[in-house]
DNA sequence: AAGAAGCCCTGATAGC
DNA sequence: TGCTATCAGGGCTTCT
């Protein structure tokens, strides 16, 4: 379940094989991932460099020669993997049939990049050269959190007159960019906020908490490349060691490491809550 | 207009 | 053992 830093650490894992390199030739196995791909896509793409691979939210973004920008989305079950040229086809470990697309580079030993995504609620899109940040995929969606605009200010802010429960506000990609279920109910435990709390009574001591607590959350995360916990894998097929440290998420039961309650889980807008009810207010 | 619910998709797992 | 039901949740669409 790839959130900020699992789309983070897949950047790192490609940046070095594609800034820089050349789509020789781009095979697309399907016609589609959740959406279709956009018209002539391995043809806009082939004879492309990569100047730079970005990210923005959970989206990693790489901008092109030609002034378009390949936006990409993991969905769910999205994975990159980077095999040098040389190597068998079989490229990304995983079930082969769920090979999407692939990525021939050169400039980098002609090494192969490959998409795969068994539930394809990933997606890959190509913006024009118009500016990006009004692109489809990032009109109104929210500050970066490990980025400069991201404060306790800026939180308020956006959290200010929501009646939703915070953990809804946070979810919500206009308010706060890439965070996801996992990292919003950590980030709520060490704000010691329970996630039922009306997001409009946050602002104030709480919201400097919850500001510290996610920024310092996603940090923590990226430095431990990231969640692993059914499908995440960094490009080199390393599994991320940061669910390890989860507090609550997917604790349902076990005892609070803060004040020895019991972790539970209820369903929030259709998805699991973990919280300690003990502590969390 | 904000907020909630439904939808897509497959693999892992639980339960019979 | 083998089948079926349930769950996981990104973001988009639809409904209230």
Not at 24 to 29: F, G, M, N, P, S
Not at 57 to 64: E, F, I, R
Not at 72 to 78: T, Y
Not at 102 to 114: E, I, P, Q, S, Y
């Amino acid at each position: 379940m790839p959130e900020l830093p699992e789309v983070e650490t897949v950047r790192r894992g490609l940046s070095p094989i594609m800034e820089g390199a050349h789509f020789a030739r781009v095979e697309l196995r399907r016609p589609d991932l959740r959406f279709p791909f956009p018209e002539n896509f391995a043809e806009r793409l082939t004879g492309a460099r990569v100047d730079a691979l970005g990210r923005r939210g959970k989206y990693l973004v790489a901008s092109l020669s030609t002034g378009e920008h390949l936006i990409m989305h993991l969905g769910m079950s999205g994975r990159f993997t980077i095999k040098a040229g040389a190597e068998p086809a079989r490229d990304s470990g995983v079930n082969p049939n769920h090979d999407h697309v692939v990525f021939h580079m050169r400039d980098a030993g002609l090494a192969r990049v490959t998409f795969n995504d068994p539930r394809r609620f990933g997606f890959m899109d190509l913006s024009g050269p118009d500016r990006l940040e009004t692109s489809r995929h990032f009109a109104g969606m929210g500050p970066e959190p490990l980025g400069n605009e991201f404060s306790a200010e800026t939180l308020n802010a956006a959290l200010r007159g929501r009646k939703a429960p915070i953990k809804a506000a946070l979810l919500d990609q206009r308010v706060i960019a890439g965070l996801g279920n996992i990292y919003v109910c950590e980030a709520l435990y060490r704000a010691r906020l329970s996630p039922r709390r009306q997001a409009a009574t946050v602002p104030g001591m709480r919201g400097e908490r919850l500001h510290q607590a996610i920024v310092k959350v996603l940090r923590e995360a990226i430095e431990a490349g990231g969640s692993s916990l059914r499908d995440f894998a960094a490009t080199d097929g390393a599994l991320g060691y940061f669910q390890h440290r989860f507090d609550v998420y997917d604790r349902e039961g076990r005892a609070c490491r803060r004040c020895g309650g019991d972790i539970s889980r209820f369903i929030q807008s259709g998805r699991s809550t973990f919280f300690c009810g003990g502590c969390q207010r």
